[in-house]
Nanobody, 124 residues
Framework: QVQLVESGGGLVQAGGSLRLSCAAS????????LGWFRQAPGKEREFVAA????????TYTDSVKGRLTISRDNAKNTVYLQMNSLKPEDTAVYYC?????????????????WGQGTQVTVSS
């Protein structure tokens, strides 16, 4: 079991930065691949980024490459999403998720555990 709690969302102007955190509890955290997803109003949940169990490999959706960075600290049971050069189209609820069955997957159905989400709003 893994319980996930996101924090760090908020309102920021275009071009600004935010750092999302996702604190985990449970014994499976260090053995899980982790991902960030987002969902804008009226849209489907979208893959943003993922990181392997030991943090060696990452992957990103094309629209965030070079602006968002995923990282993890297994000693602190926490995964991060550093968000720079934010754009209004980044506005969404951001979710962290953990998968014990797949590594670096963009498919939400392969993630076993989900946080409750944190709102990110980027104003123009």
């Amino acid at each position: 079991q893994v319980q996930l709690v996101e924090s760090g969302g908020g309102l920021v102007q275009a071009g600004g930065s935010l750092r999302l955190s996702c604190a985990a509890s449970g014994r499976s955290f260090s053995s899980s691949s982790l991902g960030w997803f987002r969902q804008a109003p009226g849209k489907e949940r979208e893959f943003v980024a993922a990181i392997t169990r030991r943090g060696v490999t990452t992957t990103y959706t094309d629209s965030v490459k070079g602006r968002l960075t995923i990282s993890r600290d297994n000693a602190k049971n926490t995964v991060y999403l550093q968000m720079n050069s934010l754009k209004p189209e980044d506005t969404a609820v951001y979710y962290c998720a953990a998968s014990t069955v797949a590594a670096l997957s963009p498919a939400p159905e392969l993630y076993n555990y989900w946080g409750q989400g944190t709102q990110v709003t980027v104003s123009s």
